[in-house]
């Protein structure tokens, strides 16, 4: 099933789907991240290894959109003496 935010918009250029489409996920997942941070209320109990275990999987996932988005900006340079 494709997700409302999904479908194309007629004569939508890519630069405003790309726009629309991110906004929406960016905030959906700070968020979600925000749920994350409620974690370390005091009602919860964790340990150190825990919250290490938590932090190196959302750096993990961050570090991904990070090499996706300079892969696709990356220039050619070209060599010269």
Request: hydrophobic content about 40%.
């Amino acid at each position: 099933m494709v997700d409302n935010e999904e479908k194309d918009v007629v004569g939508e250029s890519k630069s405003d789907k790309f726009k629309r489409l991110a906004s929406k996920r960016v905030v959906n997942a700070i968020s979600k991240i925000e749920l994350i941070a409620n974690l370390a209320a005091p009602s919860y109990e964790c340990t150190s290894e825990d919250v290490t275990k938590i932090l190196d999987a959302l750096q993990g996932s961050v570090d991904k959109v990070k090499a996706a988005f300079s892969k696709q900006k990356t220039e050619k340079k070209v060599f010269k003496l």
